[in-house]
């Protein structure tokens, strides 16, 4: 294998080689709006992409500065662009050209772009007018299904209606291919022609925008599927009836704005003005609140009052309800409805009213509260859980004890309740239940059945007891059960049906790590 790798050296340094050459090759994507800008060397491509991108590219005053492609990126009407700066293009086959300028031959002939030909037209480049144009026409299969746009560069030193008339023939001879355009310009730092500069970026980015839908409407058979459905319908006066749009009277009758009016409404950005401006001055939302009170506009209204939130007890009819409660307390009190019957309780009686009338009805105050207080307090109760479930109102036993205070406390005679309650009491006193069965310490079999005889609570014998006739038999069998007790108390066993036996020496634990022989276990 490393002999197979050794006879293989050259190719893989000469793969490393291009690995690290296409690392450094601009990125270009050929998907994306593009402006290839070509021509001979020293017309002035890089000065061109400086000053419409941020591209950071080398000028100099000599030919074939640019030696490879270089790319740039702007943006126009919210689209984004990337421009090409490809190195210059001799005049010869393409069989003789150097890789340097099929870089750029490359370029023109695979990327769907807009061509930028430079010229020179003040020559300085190095090459005629004739050249240029020459070069122009050797180059031109490759601009088939392209926008070209031809920029006649460095105005400034020379125009084209100051050359002669065979230099402007030539220049005119390019014109002839379908689509081409053309535009002078100059990259030199002057305001006006840096508007040309512009110009220039506007008119190829519009060319190439327009290029690329046209030929999207061609080739696309979905479009003409599309076109078929659309119908654009165009009104037509139907008569030569003049309908002039509809003013309401009361529009017409307002009085026109007048700012010199020292009587006129004033607008919100006037208030704004005399109160400091944008940034200081604040919105009132509430001056335009519709109540019955104008001074109730800016009240702070609290949010939450005795613990209750104001929010669950807004009602658009509030006060309403309320003017309507309030009448119906004042014709109450007009017809005397709060007033007592007993004159001892009149503002005349409280007058007369003895030391012993006013104990009573202190007494009475006092007994109110209280009650008040312990129906408080009893709803509190009930209504804590203390870790309880929620019970139905069916469901809760009561007893007897508190149905007759209640009876009597609203006032009700519960004698015949009690005369019933003890009549069930003493029908049910000889039922016996499991709860009415005790558990008799030293009861012979006799007195078990005189006391059921009886009427009594039904009574049963300690099974403890049972086959020990005397003390002394029963202190013996209680000290055998001790000694049977302890070698299950020694084993630690849980009772008599315990039989679990747990592992003396688990492996888990006893075995070693060292493999055979005496230091196998630990």
């Known amino acids: 294998m490393a002999t197979i790798v050794k006879k293989l050296k050259d190719p893989l340094v000469y793969l490393e080689q291009v690995r690290q050459h296409l690392g450094r090759l601009p990125m270009i994507d050929p998907n994306t709006r593009t402006l290839v800008i070509c021509g001979y060397p020293n017309v002035g491509k890089s000065s ?62 695979h990327l769907r772009s807009c061509i930028l030909y430079f010229m020179d037209l003040s020559e300085q480049c190095g090459f005629s007018i004739e050249a240029q144009v020459k070069l122009f026409h050797n180059i031109k299969p490759l601009f088939q299904n392209k926008s070209v746009l031809v920029v006649l560069n460095k105005s400034d030193i020379i125009r084209m209606e100051h050359l002669d008339q065979a230099n402007i023939d030539l220049i005119n001879s390019v014109k002839q291919m379908d689509g081409v355009e053309m535009i002078e310009t100059s990259c030199i730092n002057d305001e006006d022609l840096l508007a040309g500069v512009e110009m220039v970026r506007n008119k190829a980015c519009d060319k190439l925008l327009s290029s690329r839908m046209e030929s999207k409407l061609k ?70 609140y519709l109540l019955e009170n104008d001074e109730w506009k800016n009240d702070k209204i609290p949010e939450i009052i005795d613990g209750k939130n104001i929010a669950d007890y807004i009602d658009p009819e509030i006060m309403e309800k309320l003017r309507l409660l309030e009448e119906e307390e004042e014709k109450l009190m007009g017809e005397g409805f709060y007033d007592s019957d007993d004159e001892d309780y009149s503002a005349e009686g409280f007058e007369q009213m003895t030391a012993e009338d006013i104990e009573d009805v202190k007494a009475k105050a006092k007994w109110i509260r209280e009650k008040q207080a312990m129906m408080i307090n009893d709803g509190r109760l009930r209504k804590s859980l203390h870790n309880k479930a929620v019970l139905p109102r069916n469901k809760i036993i009561k007893s007897y004890q508190e149905m007759e205070s209640h009876m009597e406390s609203i006032g009700v005679d519960t004698t015949k309740m009690n005369e019933a309650a003890l009549k069930n009491a003493y029908d049910n006193q000889y039922q016996e239940t499991g709860a009415d069965v005790i558990v008799a310490e030293n009861s012979s079999l006799s007195a078990i059945k005189r006391n059921v005889g009886k009427g009594g609570k039904l009574t049963q014998s300690n099974r403890e007891l049972d086959g020990v006739d005397d003390g002394e038999a029963r202190a013996r069998a209680e000290r055998l059960q001790k000694v049977q007790r302890r070698e ?24 070693g790590k060292r493999g055979n022989g005496k230091t196998d276990f630990r």
């Open 48 to 109: 061109f992409l400086r000053k419409i991108t941020k591209a950071d590219v080398e000028v100099q005053p000599y030919a074939f500065t640019t030696k490879s492609l270089f790319v740039g990126h702007f943006d126009y009407k919210h689209l984004r662009f990337q421009a090409i700066d490809t190195p210059g293009i001799l005049d010869r086959p393409t069989e003789e050209m150097n890789n340097i300028e099929m870089q750029s031959i490359y370029a023109i002939a």
């Open 219 to 288: 080739s696309d058979s979905r479009i003409n599927n599309i076109m078929n459905k659309i119908h654009v319908s165009f009104p037509q006066k139907r008569d030569n009836v003049e309908r002039q749009a509809y003013i309401p009277e009361s529009f017409k009758n307002l009085e026109k704005f007048d700012p010199e009016d020292p009587n006129r409404r004033k607008l919100a950005r006037e208030i704004e003005e005399e109160n400091g401006g944008a940034g200081v001055f604040n919105v009132n939302l509430k001056d335009k």
């Open 488 to 511: 299950r108390n020694r084993m630690a066993r849980a009772g008599e049906s315990d039989r679990h036996n747990t592992v003396a020496l688990p492996k888990h634990l006893a075995s």
